[in-house]
């Protein structure tokens, strides 16, 4: 039998409701964010102010979305962290044209969330192989641009969307970028394990020279426990959570250590990213956002607009 709701839709829909819903939901604008002149979406009019680390994290998701998603780029890995949320941001005020026909792929609950909300186009990687363009956050980032992931849990499906992107970009602020990992980012090597292993992989992690205290006093090696539950943080996948802090000689070398826990039975995937970032944006406190790239080239932007200018970097044709 029909609910008094669906009685309700139906007589809303033949009222003529549904001419009025097919006219506006294609090109539903998020309230508070107005069309420009020419028809883009600022984030929001005026940006607001932030405090300094989160405007650099804002900073530093709008340029690298201006510098490598434009109109040819159809497949868009959305990654996670606190300076994602930013990167949606600056991605919807591109406007409806750029991304009606696009399709967005979350690492993680969060980013899931955030696609949805944007009102973007959800994807998952079982349907793309193949990404265009993923862009994402980091704990840190060394002077190769490689980087420790998975402080929020998510390095198993970030690295999947990573390796399967063309372009791998990483947005943070001006605190994660080190010379060395492990330098900033002193809670360990995030390693997700299947659960019934943990306790095997802590004696192996241990062996391999992972101390149970740092020199601090702080605990280090550990099964990651949750703030607000009775036990460990289980990941989206199901898995447990070993935070690993290694000696700083062994973090200078972070691709063999990468290769040498991987290997270790019952690691489902490490939190080391190594040789995949094109580039890294660091957004600083007076406004200008650090870019460091493949290639050791290192460039600096003094400011980013407030409106993105879109384009097709094949050809430099704006949007209509």
Same mark, same amino acid.
């Given at each position: 039998m029909p609910t008094p709701a669906a009685e309700q839709l139906k007589a809303k829909l033949s009222s003529g409701a549904a001419a009025e819903m097919k006219a506006t939901n294609p090109a539903f604008i998020p309230p508070t964010q107005p069309l420009t002149p020419g028809n883009q979406l600022p984030t929001s009019v005026p940006l607001p102010v932030l405090p300094a680390v989160e405007s650099a994290k804002r900073l530093a998701a709008f340029a690298a979305v %201006?510098?490598? @998603?434009?109109? /040819?780029?159809?497949? @868009?890995? @959305?990654? $996670?962290? $606190?300076?994602?949320?930013?990167?949606? %941001?600056? @991605?919807?005020? /591109?406007?409806? /044209?750029?991304?009606k026909d696009r399709v967005f792929l979350p690492t993680g609950f969060q980013s899931k969330e955030l696609i949805i909300k944007a009102g973007l186009t959800l994807g998952d990687v079982d349907q793309y192989a193949r990404i265009d363009v993923t862009i994402d956050g980091a704990d840190e980032v060394d002077n190769d641009l490689n980087s420790i992931k998975g402080g929020g849990a998510c390095q198993l499906r970030e690295k999947v969307l990573a390796e399967a992107a063309d372009t791998w970009v990483i947005v943070a602020d001006y605190r994660k970028n080190s010379h060395i990992l492990g330098t900033t980012w002193t809670q360990g090597i995030p390693i997700e394990v299947a659960p019934f292993a943990y306790a095997k992989v802590l004696t192996n992690l241990s062996h391999m020279g992972s101390p149970h205290k740092l020199p601090n006093g702080k605990p280090g090696l550990s099964l990651r426990m949750g703030k607000m539950k009775a036990g460990p943080v289980v990941s989206d996948n199901g898995n447990f959570i070993i935070d690993a802090p290694f000696p700083e000689e062994m973090m200078k070398d972070p691709l063999d250590l990468l290769h040498r826990i991987k290997m270790l039975t019952g690691v489902v995937e490490v939190g080391l990213f190594c040789n995949m970032a094109k580039a890294a944006y660091f957004g600083n406190e007076d406004g200008t956002v650090l870019i460091r790239s493949n290639d050791g080239s290192v460039d600096k932007i003094s400011s980013v607009p407030n409106t993105p200018e879109l384009k097709a970097q094949s050809d430099g044709a704006a949007i209509p």
């Amino acid at each position: 039998m029909p609910t008094p709701a669906a009685e309700q839709l139906k007589a809303k829909l033949s009222s003529g409701a549904a001419a009025e819903m097919k006219a506006t939901n294609p090109a539903f604008i998020p309230p508070t964010q107005p069309l420009t002149p020419g028809n883009q979406l600022p984030t929001s009019v005026p940006l607001p102010v932030l405090p300094a680390v989160e405007s650099a994290k804002r900073l530093a998701a709008f340029a690298a979305v %201006d510098r490598h @998603i434009g109109l /040819q780029h159809k497949v @868009i890995g @959305i990654g $996670s962290g $606190s300076t994602v949320p930013y990167v949606v %941001d600056r @991605i919807v005020a /591109q406007g409806y /044209q750029a991304n009606k026909d696009r399709v967005f792929l979350p690492t993680g609950f969060q980013s899931k969330e955030l696609i949805i909300k944007a009102g973007l186009t959800l994807g998952d990687v079982d349907q793309y192989a193949r990404i265009d363009v993923t862009i994402d956050g980091a704990d840190e980032v060394d002077n190769d641009l490689n980087s420790i992931k998975g402080g929020g849990a998510c390095q198993l499906r970030e690295k999947v969307l990573a390796e399967a992107a063309d372009t791998w970009v990483i947005v943070a602020d001006y605190r994660k970028n080190s010379h060395i990992l492990g330098t900033t980012w002193t809670q360990g090597i995030p390693i997700e394990v299947a659960p019934f292993a943990y306790a095997k992989v802590l004696t192996n992690l241990s062996h391999m020279g992972s101390p149970h205290k740092l020199p601090n006093g702080k605990p280090g090696l550990s099964l990651r426990m949750g703030k607000m539950k009775a036990g460990p943080v289980v990941s989206d996948n199901g898995n447990f959570i070993i935070d690993a802090p290694f000696p700083e000689e062994m973090m200078k070398d972070p691709l063999d250590l990468l290769h040498r826990i991987k290997m270790l039975t019952g690691v489902v995937e490490v939190g080391l990213f190594c040789n995949m970032a094109k580039a890294a944006y660091f957004g600083n406190e007076d406004g200008t956002v650090l870019i460091r790239s493949n290639d050791g080239s290192v460039d600096k932007i003094s400011s980013v607009p407030n409106t993105p200018e879109l384009k097709a970097q094949s050809d430099g044709a704006a949007i209509p």
